[in-house]
Nanobody, 125 residues
Framework: QVHLVESGGGLVQAGGSLRLSCGASGRTFASLVMGWFRQAPGKEREFVATISQSGGITDYTDSVKGRFTISRDNAKNTVYLHMNSLEPEDTAVYYC??????????????????WGHGTQVTVSS
């Protein structure tokens, strides 16, 4: 079992930055593929970013490439999402997710078997 807790959400003006953190417990963190997803009101949950177990491979949805960076610190059992140049369209609840069986970083929602409760990010125009 893996327990995930997100933090770092909040209200920010367009063009601003936030850093989301997700702490994990319950399983060897370095064995987990980690991801960030988001869900805006009235929309389905969508993939944002993923990172491999070692941190050497990352992938992003097109709308955040060049603005968001996913990273991890295996010594601290934590994954981060650094968000720059935020836009009102980035407003959503952001979820941290972990996969205990994916062999590599993956964008597939169904590959993640552990989820946090989410943290709200609101970007004002």
């Amino acid at each position: 079992q893996v327990h995930l807790v997100e933090s770092g959400g909040g209200l920010v003006q367009a063009g601003g930055s936030l850093r989301l953190s997700c702490g994990a417990s319950g399983r060897t963190f370095a064995s987990l593929v980690m991801g960030w997803f988001r869900q805006a009101p009235g929309k389905e949950r969508e993939f944002v970013a993923t990172i491999s177990q070692s941190g050497g491979i990352t992938d992003y949805t097109d709308s955040v490439k060049g603005r968001f960076t996913i990273s991890r610190d295996n010594a601290k059992n934590t994954v981060y999402l650094h968000m720059n140049s935020l836009e009102p369209e980035d407003t959503a609840v952001y979820y941290c997710a972990a996969s205990s069986y994916a062999p590599v970083a993956t964008t597939a929602t169904t590959a993640y078997n552990y989820w946090g409760h989410g943290t709200q990010v609101t970007v004002s125009s």
